[in-house]
């Protein structure tokens, strides 16, 4: 079946340094979204990307969709403690949603 | 903004016993809610797909009459863990598509969690 792969798995890093998520499909995505799971938290839904290439910012986030949309990442630049938590990509086809495995990022201070 | 709640939060109940989880969309209608299962530091399995009215799609391997889903109302979907045994823990989420006109996107609003052990 379909899956929706995301590297790395866990990722510690300073406060101030950049961190990037990957999430590879072995199948074309119609769309991606990316969602933020605090530490007992629920998902909570970023951004929505549809078209191929598609580059969304928010602040200190930056999401790209890849041109043959079978790879989306988020990139985060100085990260902060406020942004720990896991980050989860999504197919949303046209009535279900495949999440990723996503990446869990801690953030030393 | 859109708000769903779960009911209840945690929830420890005894081996052969039966749970109902609620999930409701507070303001909003929605067609379509989602059950997914999360264990510890893994991503969101999606269980079923709940449409108001009819029967729930559930995924290959999920057992629909171990876990039961009632999509009643627009509002509202209950996910029944029937004869739970131990390895039924875990946390319950759902979410809800609204029905239509809410938001920019094809986007799904997610429920607190429930946290089911079975001792």
């Known amino acids: 079946g379909q899956q929706v792969m995301q590297i790395p798995q866990y990722q510690h890093v300073q406060e101030g340094e950049d961190f990037t998520t990957y999430c590879n499909s072995s199948?074309?995505?119609?769309?991606i979204q990316w969602y933020k799971q605090r530490p007992g938290g629920h998902p909570v839904f970023l951004i929505q990307?549809?078209?191929?290439?598609e580059v969304k910012k928010q602040k200190r986030l930056t999401f790209q969709f890849g041109e043959a949309k079978k790879n989306s990442s988020l990139h985060i630049t100085a990260t902060q403690t406020t942004d720990v938590g896991t980050y989860f990509c999504?197919?949303?086809?046209?009535?279900?949603?495949?999440f990723g495995t996503g990446t869990r990022l801690k953030v030393l201070a | 903004g859109a708000v769903v709640s779960q009911h209840p939060s945690r929830v420890i109940c005894k081996s052969g016993t039966s749970v109902k989880i609620e999930c409701r969309s507070l303001?909003?209608?929605?067609?379509?809610m989602f059950w997914y299962r999360q264990f510890p530091k893994k991503s969101l399995m999606l269980m079923a797909t709940s449409n108001e009215g009819s029967k729930a799609t559930y995924e290959q391997g999920v057992e629909k009459d171990k876990f039961l889903i009632n999509h009643a109302s627009l509002t509202l979907s209950t996910l029944t863990v029937t004869s739970a045994h131990p390895e039924d823990s875990s946390f319950y989420i759902c979410s809800a598509r609204p029905f239509s006109g809410r938001g920019d996107y094809n986007e799904q609003f997610f429920g607190p969690g429930t946290r089911l052990t079975v001792l």
């Open positions: 990307l549809v078209k191929s290439g």
């Open positions: 303001d909003f209608q929605a067609t379509t």
């Open positions: 999504a197919e949303t086809g046209t009535y279900k949603y495949i």
């Open positions: 199948t074309t995505l119609s769309n």
